[in-house]
């Protein structure tokens, strides 16, 4: 049973910095993608970023390009996203999740579909 267990939101001052993480167990790690949505009231959960099984392949929705870094430490089951020069169109609940099948790539990566497991979410408020 893969569990995923989220932390590091809060409130934070437009301007600031967050870091999330996500803490997985279940199955081994390392040979799955993960991902970071996101969910503000009232609007669909939205890709923010995802990392490839093996790190190599990044991928970021538009509006966080240059502000959030998904990083990810297999020998500690863990992916993060860092988050600076946070806005207030940032707040939202973001959830990890990971990929149903091993070691893929791609495009894919960005769709919802692509993963089975996912956290129970972090909230993240950011005021302007």
């Known amino acids: 049973q893969v569990q995923l267990v989220e932390s590091g939101g809060g409130l934070v001052q437009a301007g600031g910095s967050l870091r999330l993480s996500c803490a997985a167990s279940?199955?081994?790690?390392?040979?799955?993608?993960m991902v970071w949505f996101r969910q503000a009231p009232g609007k669909e959960r939205e890709f923010v970023a995802a990392i490839s099984w093996a790190g190599g392949y990044k991928y970021y929705e538009d509006s966080v390009k240059g502000r959030f870094t998904i990083s990810r430490d297999n020998a500690k089951n863990t992916v993060y996203l860092d988050m600076n020069s946070l806005k207030p169109e940032d707040t939202a609940g973001y959830y990890c999740a990971a990929d149903r099948f091993a070691r893929r790539d791609g495009i894919q990566l960005t769709l919802r579909q692509t993963y089975d497991y996912w956290g129970q979410g972090t909230q993240v408020t950011v005021s302007s």
């Open positions: 279940g199955r081994t790690f390392s040979e799955y993608a």
